[in-house]
């Protein structure tokens, strides 16, 4: 097997957004969306020789790297991350989840316009920080 295409997951949460009054397949749905994103921004960093932050905070830590940019769209990057890791960590954890048909639709839409800015950034995007 070679390296996994990270976009499959955005290609499942499709899937699992169809099945509407199933609550574990709308909040997995979520999941996938998000980790479609977090893991091609993720490789960028490792691509660009950038340390990747590890565990829960990491996450926020590593979409903190994007909004440090000057590049608009690094900044969106980061912002429109931060909201994701948002969305899942309650689809993930949270008993109760308002409006879920609305945060799927929201994770599914914002990950598909992400991975497309993340594939679209210049090769020395983002920049390395100190």
Known sequence: ?????????????????????????????????????????????????????????????MWGLYTQSENRDCKKIGIEGDRLHARRTKADYHDTVPYLNDSVKFATTRAEELQGLIKDLAKDLPETFS
Not at 33 to 45: F, M, T
């Open 1 to 61: 097997m070679g390296t996994f295409d990270w976009t499959q997951y955005l290609v499942l949460a499709q899937e699992l957004k169809k099945r509407e009054g199933e609550e574990a397949c709308l909040r997995s749905s979520i999941s996938r969306a998000y980790y479609s994103v977090y893991n091609l921004a993720r490789n960028r960093l490792r691509e660009r020789m950038i340390p990747v932050p590890s565990g829960e905070s990491g996450h926020q830590k």
